[in-house]
């Protein structure tokens, strides 16, 4: 592939072409990169097709929870507190005696709801930031560098934990934008990895010569490049921000207890540790796990294997 | 040399940049400056009072002003007051820090020994059964929510078996028995030990394994060295340098990911402190806590630079110096 690239760019260097031709050359080029890079993709083994019906399932049981859930997630069956899973309750209830199945249903629609926009929030901010360091001039380049540097040095959620003592208003949206705004450093600097080692590429340099604008440069020569090196990014993003919802809110910072949400649910471990109640504990600690592994060995799917040598030991 | 230097004053400049934040967010802070100051005791002041404390500690004048007063006050040990522990927090501080430190320090040498243990063990067995276990158990241990496994980990030893003290550094009264003490850090250890070995343990084995490539290792082999010995005596020597930077980046990422255990498990340290004033709304702790914690992963990223270059044998080399010997 790059061989061809580089061909095709002499080619283009050596007689004069529009902006237009070039345009169309490179799309040539990305479209048969990325048609390559299709078919690695659809190779999905047994555990991706289990990943992906296990969280289809879960995403099912929170988007249709009216339809499922037989109990009122909201409502206190005072009779029945701290019930171990059995016939009525299916996992059990809760100290308060909320259904805890019921809870977990429709506390999923927050929690997927955050580290869906949470993602999306990361994501965006690393990628221009990355992208932004990289290709603007000296100064704004080095103070952006350095902004990453600085947001490195204190771990993610010790500045989610700062901003959440800031902000007194929580909902969903609040802490969605708290998670999104403390958890694109990584993806930053690997995006600035990435877009400084391709500016050295040739073909940028054509385009250079061009005198093609940023926005071109980046439409064309870094976004596919950089969409199959970071395509793992989103799920991980989203991971860091499912996780991230469920550690505020049980150490009290995230949603408050009224509303509900997987880690709002854990935060009651604390007094089901007092009753033993160990389904309180064990049940949305689960669905938690499995939420994130499933999209962990879904984006281990998309990323490309390099094959080693065989061992010389 | 130069770019040594650059590197140093990249990371004083990072450094100004971390405070110039943290001064902007105390700024930000919602509420009564003068609280910040005295405590409680600002409520009791009235208005001309007001304005003469605001006078004396400079806070009505310019903002640039105040940040280089801010900054001296930090260098002198002048940290502000802690409005839910009432007593300045640079007296609040070396205690908790210093049972931070003892947890994250243990956490640190036990990780970084198992680490490379694990990492040496899927080396040698590549492949095989042994290796894909260890390294399908480790990524299930790493997956892990760090709280959910102490939750559950207090669920099994201290409630249901009874056997370890559910949290708390020591029990009251208690606090110079040693024994009392390491009984109380098994748990947390145990949580942290496990969230964080294998994301140490796989760098380890993939970096070990693109080693076990290069010709110098068939070369061993072929004078008759066993498996054993070349990971040992040659492998690992090579790894050296990668490894010391890798324990000066681990060291501020353990010591951050204490902050979960230490309040699942109610432990006295930093990470306790910083959950509480967040909560507390006492944004004087939380902010000299955020300070603290960036200086020492800046200083430590340093480190980690300067390390690497000093020790990897490698650059430093010169062919002809190995031929006069």
Not at chain 1, 192 to 197: N, P, V
Not at chain 1, 287 to 293: A, R
């Amino acid at each position: 592939m790059a061989a061809l690239k580089l061909d095709k760019n002499e080619l283009s260097l050596l007689r004069p072409c529009s902006e237009e031709e070039l345009r169309q050359l490179n799309a040539e080029i990305h479209t048969h990169s990325v048609l390559k890079h299709l078919s690695v993709r659809q190779q999905a083994g047994l555990s991706q097709k289990l990943a992906l019906f296990l969280l289809g399932l879960i995403i099912l049981l929170c988007v249709a929870a009216p339809l499922i859930c037989t109990h009122d997630p909201t409502k206190f069956y005072l009779s029945h507190l701290n019930e171990s899973p059995g016939q009525e309750f299916w996992l059990g209830t809760d100290s308060l005696g909320r259904d805890l199945f019921s809870l977990l249903c429709y506390g999923g629609r927050s929690s997927l709801l955050i580290g869906t926009i949470g993602a999306l929030c990361s994501c965006a901010l690393g990628l221009i930031i990355g992208i932004g360091s990289a290709l603007f001039p000296r100064y704004v380049g080095v103070f952006l560098q350095r902004l990453i540097e600085i947001c490195q040095s204190v771990p993610s959620l010790l500045w989610m934990l700062t901003i959440a003592a800031f902000i007194p208003r929580r909902d969903e949206l609040t802490l969605a934008l708290i998670i999104g705004c403390c958890s694109w450093f990584s993806l930053a600097r690997l995006a600035r990895a990435e877009t400084l080692q391709l500016q050295g590429a040739s073909f940028m340099e054509a385009a250079a010569s061009f005198n093609s604008s940023v926005f071109l440069k980046i439409r064309l020569h870094l976004w596919p490049r950089l969409v199959s090196v970071l395509n793992f990014a989103p799920a991980a993003a989203f991971n860091q921000a499912l996780l991230a919802e469920a550690v505020l809110s049980f150490l009290g910072l995230g949603l408050p207890l009224e509303q509900l949400s997987w880690g709002c649910v854990l935060s009651l471990s604390g007094r089901a540790l007092q009753h033993n109640a160990w389904w309180v504990i064990v049940f949305p600690g689960i669905i938690l796990l499995v939420t994130m592994l499933t999209m962990t060995l879904l984006c281990a799917s998309w990323r490309i294997e390099h094959k080693r040598r065989c061992s010389n030991l | 040399m130069l770019t040594a230097l650059i590197r140093v004053l990249g990371t004083v400049f990072s450094l100004c940049l971390l405070s110039v934040l943290i001064f902007v967010l105390a700024h930000a802070a919602p509420g009564d400056p003068l609280q910040s100051f005295f405590g409680n005791a600002a409520d009791s002041l009235d208005a001309a009072q007001r304005l003469q404390a605001l006078d004396a500690l400079g806070l009505n004048r310019p903002l640039y002003q105040q940040y280089f007063s801010w900054l001296q006050q930090i260098f002198q040990g002048n940290w502000g007051m802690s409005l839910i522990y009432r007593m300045p927090v640079q007296h609040l501080l070396p205690l908790y820090l210093l049972n931070t430190l003892i947890l994250g320090g243990i956490a640190f040498l036990l990780i970084a020994v198992l680490a490379l243990i694990l990492a040496l063990i899927c080396a040698r067995f590549e492949g095989r059964l042994t290796d894909r276990l260890i390294c399908s158990l480790g990524s299930a241990s790493y997956f892990l929510p760090s709280f959910w496994l102490g939750v559950i980990l207090i669920l099994i030893f201290a409630v249901n078996l009874r056997l370890l003290p559910p949290g708390g550094a020591y029990d009251p009264g208690q606090s110079a028995s040693l024994l009392n003490r390491s009984i109380h850090l098994l748990l947390p250890l145990a949580v942290l030990v496990l969230s964080h070995v294998w994301y140490y343990g796989a760098l380890l084995r993939s970096r070990l394994l693109e080693e076990l490539r290069a010709d110098y290792i068939l070369t061993a082999k072929a004078c008759g060295l066993s498996s054993v010995q070349i990971l040992i005596s040659q492998a690992l020597r090579t790894m050296l340098p990668f490894m010391l930077q890798l324990c000066a980046i681990a060291l501020p990422h353990i010591l951050g990911g204490t902050f979960v255990v230490e309040a699942v498990f109610n432990y006295p340290g930093a990470g306790l402190l910083i959950v509480q004033s967040a909560k507390g709304h006492d944004y004087n702790l939380l902010l000299a806590l955020v300070l603290l914690s960036g200086f020492v992963m800046i200083c430590s990223a340093l480190l980690a630079h300067i390390l690497s270059a000093y020790f990897d044998f490698r650059l430093r080399a010169r062919p002809e110096a190995s031929w006069l010997h």
